[in-house]
């Protein structure tokens, strides 16, 4: 027996000036269903999602609910027939309780006038309860971890008689045991006749959770189905509109000269005696679960944060890093894994971004000169192949792979020597990830020393010559290219915490 369509997409349209957002799309929503919704970037998925959700109110094409045509005009009307949206920022008041979070603007009222506390903390309780969510409704909003504020999200859509919850991209700042817990909850609200739109780059987490598919692809739809009919590949080849059966190219050869030694690197209570070597044109990757201490070890070496102990030797010589500046000069950059808040600055253009961190080359007596500026942003907008239609383009309007490209560049115009990316690829699409792999391979061709630190696995496995694998604030081994596969690295770590 077919399940019940709860929505229906025909033929939605929606324009910006100069530009077709969305052309003809369709697509239909079923009850206890978790319907994919996958696409490059900039392929139309947020706009049908605020189409859906009742942020644009201007569009062609049909809306329709249960049988009956619906024109919505905003978030209020949406609440009204039953769907919310979990954005990918999460929208809270971190000083507020989790009751007040999720009754804001529509508290329980004792009279005209006053708000009914007692009631609003039975409700919240009751919701809590009915999730199997063992949480203080009195506790502040920023005491939780990102995972039980999500949770706060879907319950805050319960809240509302919600049948109909879209969620964009809600693993992106998870770890994979949090994304478990939130998984086996949509499951479980599946059960009871909740339909989902799942929004992901994370195309294994599609086909471990989802019953169906639609794929956008530059504004059009491009198919729709029963996610058991395809395969990863299949879906990607929608999504980006070519095959990409090798989206890991070939790494080159290491250099035999040694970049980077670090001697029994260690920072109190944060990590100990950490050494390794990275050569010349090696991409070194550093495996291990979250909070294991990777990213604190790549901060220590870009200077966020002082060691206390050990060497760091550069090209044979020691060097002394207390600070971003030390390491700058020293030829080590550094792309952090949250690129939104400290890799670039939105409301600036793409020239502003490139430039600005690198004054002293760009600047003299405080002049900056105009035509060197333009020549060098044009050139290595060129070299990483930069999809903007100028320099002057705002960064904040790129897609995600263009935005990680600009993050590359403002580090390329120096002479780096080392170069560290934590998650380089996350919240990124296929097609822009293999970019980006080309890009990290074509730099250790031309002998740059990289670092790599990711927790998409077959990422690591993939794009690394060798790996070490980080547990404790230790490192637990160092493994060859011949020796690299997911087993041996879980094994080193589940090991390593039984010794604990």
Same mark, same amino acid.
């Given at each position: 027996?077919?399940?019940?369509?709860?929505?229906?997409?025909?033929?939605?349209?929606?324009?910006?000036?100069?530009?077709?957002?969305?052309?003809?799309?369709?697509?239909?929503?079923?009850?206890?269903?978790?319907?994919? =919704?996958?696409?490059?970037?900039?392929?139309?998925?947020?706009?049908?999602?605020?189409?859906?959700?009742?942020?644009?109110?201007?569009?062609?094409?049909?809306? !329709?609910?249960?049988?009956?045509?619906?024109?919505?005009?905003?978030?209020?009307?949406?609440?009204?027939?039953?769907?919310?949206?979990?954005?990918?920022?999460?929208?809270?008041?971190?000083?507020?309780?989790?009751?007040?979070?999720?009754?804001?603007?529509?508290?329980?009222?004792?009279?005209?006038?006053?708000?009914?506390?007692?009631?609003?903390?039975?409700?919240?309780?009751?919701?809590?309860?009915?999730?199997?969510?063992?949480?203080?409704? /009195?506790?502040?909003?920023?005491?939780?971890? &990102?995972?039980?504020?999500?949770?706060?999200?879907?319950?805050?859509?319960?809240?509302?008689?919600?049948?109909?919850?879209?969620?964009?991209?809600?693993?992106?700042?998870?770890?994979?045991?949090?994304?478990?817990?939130?998984?086996?909850?949509?499951?479980?609200?599946?059960?009871?006749?909740?339909?989902?739109?799942?929004?992901?780059? /994370?195309?294994?987490?599609?086909?471990?959770?989802?019953?169906?598919?639609? &794929?956008?692809?530059?504004?059009?739809?491009?198919?729709?189905?029963?996610?058991?009919?395809?395969?990863?590949?299949?879906?990607?080849?929608?999504?980006?509109?070519?095959? !990409?059966?090798?989206?890991?190219?070939?790494? *080159?050869?290491?250099?035999?000269?040694?970049?980077?030694? &670090?001697?029994? #690197?260690?920072?109190?209570?944060?990590?100990?005696?950490?050494?390794?070597?990275?050569?010349?044109? $090696?991409?070194?990757?550093?495996?291990?679960?979250?909070?294991?201490?990777?990213?604190?070890?790549?901060?220590? =070496?870009?200077?966020?944060?002082?060691?206390?102990?050990?060497? !760091? !030797?550069?090209?044979?010589?020691?060097?002394?890093?207390?600070?971003?500046?030390?390491?700058?000069?020293?030829?080590?950059?550094?792309?952090?894994?949250?690129?939104?808040?400290?890799?670039?600055?939105?409301?600036?253009?793409?020239?502003?971004?490139?430039?600005?961190?690198?004054?002293?080359?760009?600047?003299?007596?405080?002049?900056?000169?105009?035509?060197?500026?333009?020549?060098?942003?044009?050139?290595?907008?060129?070299?990483?192949?930069?999809?903007?239609?100028?320099?002057?383009?705002?960064?904040?309007?790129?897609?995600?792979?263009?935005?990680?490209?600009?993050?590359?560049?403002?580090?390329?115009? /120096?002479?780096?020597? #080392?170069?560290?990316?934590?998650?380089?690829?996350?919240?990124?699409?296929?097609?822009?990830?293999?970019?980006?792999?080309?890009?990290?391979? $074509?730099?250790?061709?031309?002998? #740059?020393?990289?670092?790599?630190?990711?927790?998409?696995? *077959?990422?690591?496995?993939?794009?690394?010559?060798?790996?070490?694998?980080?547990?404790?604030?230790?490192?637990?081994?160092? =493994?060859?290219?011949?020796?690299?596969?997911?087993?041996?690295?879980?094994?080193?770590?589940?090991?390593?915490?039984?010794?604990?």
């Amino acid at each position: 027996m077919e399940k019940e369509t709860i929505i229906e997409l025909k033929n939605i349209r929606k324009e910006f000036p100069g530009v077709v957002a969305l052309d003809n799309v369709n697509m239909k929503i079923r009850a206890s269903e978790v319907h994919a =919704l996958v696409g490059e970037n900039g392929a139309g998925k947020s706009t049908l999602m605020k189409i859906l959700s009742g942020t644009y109110s201007n569009y062609g094409g049909s809306v !329709i609910c249960k049988g009956e045509e619906i024109h919505m005009k905003c978030e209020k009307d949406a609440f009204k027939y039953g769907i919310s949206i979990v954005a990918q920022e999460l929208n809270y008041v971190s000083e507020l309780s989790i009751a007040e979070n999720l009754f804001l603007g529509r508290e329980p009222k004792k009279g005209k006038v006053f708000v009914n506390k007692a009631e609003r903390l039975k409700e919240t309780q009751r919701l809590l309860d009915e999730m199997g969510l063992d949480y203080n409704p /009195r506790e502040k909003m920023g005491n939780l971890n &990102v995972a039980q504020r999500q949770m706060i999200e879907i319950l805050k859509s319960l809240s509302r008689d919600s049948r109909v919850i879209i969620m964009d991209e809600p693993t992106s700042a998870l770890t994979s045991k949090e994304s478990e817990i939130l998984f086996s909850k949509v499951n479980e609200l599946k059960q009871k006749g909740i339909a989902f739109i799942f929004i992901s780059h /994370r195309l294994e987490e599609v086909f471990e959770l989802c019953d169906s598919y639609t &794929v956008l692809r530059d504004g059009k739809w491009i198919a729709s189905g029963d996610i058991k009919d395809v395969d990863t590949d299949k879906l990607i080849a929608m999504m980006v509109g070519r095959d !990409i059966k090798d989206i890991y190219p070939p790494i *080159p050869q290491i250099g035999k000269d040694i970049r980077l030694e &670090v001697k029994n #690197l260690g920072r109190k209570d944060v990590f100990q005696k950490v050494s390794f070597q990275v050569h010349k044109g $090696e991409i070194f990757g550093l495996a291990g679960m979250v909070g294991a201490g990777r990213s604190e070890i790549v901060e220590t =070496l870009f200077g966020l944060a002082r060691a206390n102990e050990g060497e !760091i !030797i550069l090209d044979g010589k020691p060097i002394k890093i207390r600070s971003v500046k030390d390491a700058i000069q020293n030829g080590i950059a550094m792309v952090t894994e949250d690129r939104r808040t400290y890799g670039f600055v939105g409301v600036r253009s793409i020239s502003d971004n490139i430039i600005l961190p690198n004054g002293d080359l760009f600047a003299k007596g405080g002049i900056w000169d105009k035509k060197k500026v333009q020549q060098e942003v044009a050139k290595i907008c060129k070299r990483l192949s930069v999809k903007a239609p100028d320099a002057n383009t705002l960064v904040g309007n790129l897609s995600g792979g263009n935005q990680q490209k600009v993050v590359l560049a403002k580090w390329l115009v /120096r002479n780096i020597k #080392l170069l560290i990316l934590d998650e380089p690829t996350r919240g990124i699409d296929v097609g822009a990830k293999q970019e980006i792999y080309s890009l990290i391979t $074509e730099f250790a061709e031309q002998g #740059l020393a990289i670092i790599l630190i990711s927790s998409d696995m *077959p990422e690591v496995l993939s794009m690394s010559h060798r790996v070490g694998v980080v547990g404790g604030g230790k490192m637990l081994g160092i =493994l060859d290219r011949n020796e690299i596969s997911q087993n041996k690295i879980m094994k080193m770590i589940v090991e390593a915490k039984g010794d604990e």
